[in-house]
C-alpha cells in the first residue's frame, strides 16, 4: 500500500526555521510509479480547517496556495529518493499546526477531499 511519512516536526522559535520531510513508499505496488502524483503539504492548526500550502508536479512545477506562508515556505522534491520537502523560513507563531503531506493522482488540487494518500502528519509548534 502506499505510505506516506512525515518528519521534521517540533518546537522552534518565532523567526526560526525548519525543514519538513515526507517520504512516500509503495506507490509502485500499486502498479503506479509515483512520478503520475502530485504532492502536496497541507496544515492544520487548532480549532481550524486543514488548509492546503503547496503543491509540486513532476518534481519541479510548483503551484503555491497560501498567501499567508508565501515567500516564506518552500515546496521541493527529490525524486531520486522519493521524497517532498517543505523548508519553512521566518516562522511565525500562528504557523503552529500540524503539517501533512499528501499525494493526489495527476493534477494539483488543494482541496482535502480531492487528496488520494495521506500522511499522519508532523506536528510544528512555533513559540519562545
Known amino acids: 500500500q502506499p505510505q506516506l511519512v512525515e518528519s521534521g516536526g517540533g518546537l522552534v522559535q518565532p523567526g526560526g526555521s525548519l525543514r519538513l520531510s515526507c517520504a512516500a513508499s509503495?506507490?509502485?505496488?500499486?502498479?503506479?510509479?509515483?512520478?503520475?502524483?502530485?504532492m502536496a503539504w497541507f496544515r492544520q492548526a487548532p480549532g481550524k480547517e486543514r488548509e492546503a500550502i503547496s503543491c509540486?508536479?513532476?518534481?519541479?512545477?510548483?503551484?503555491d496556495y497560501a498567501n499567508s506562508v508565501k515567500g516564506r515556505f518552500t515546496i521541493s522534491m527529490d525524486n531520486a529518493k522519493n521524497t517532498v520537502y517543505l523548508q519553512m523560513n521566518s516562522l511565525k507563531s500562528e504557523d503552529t499546526a500540524v503539517y501533512y503531506c499528501?499525494?493526489?493522482?495527476?493534477?494539483?488540487?488543494?482541496?482535502?477531499?480531492?487528496?488520494?494518500?495521506w500522511g499522519r502528519g508532523t506536528l510544528v509548534t512555533v513559540s519562545s
Open positions: 499528501a499525494a493526489r493522482f495527476l493534477r494539483c488540487s488543494n482541496r482535502v477531499n480531492d487528496m488520494n494518500y
Open positions: 509540486i508536479r513532476g518534481g519541479t512545477i510548483v503551484t
Open positions: 509503495g506507490f509502485t505496488a500499486s502498479g503506479l510509479t509515483l512520478d503520475v502524483y502530485t
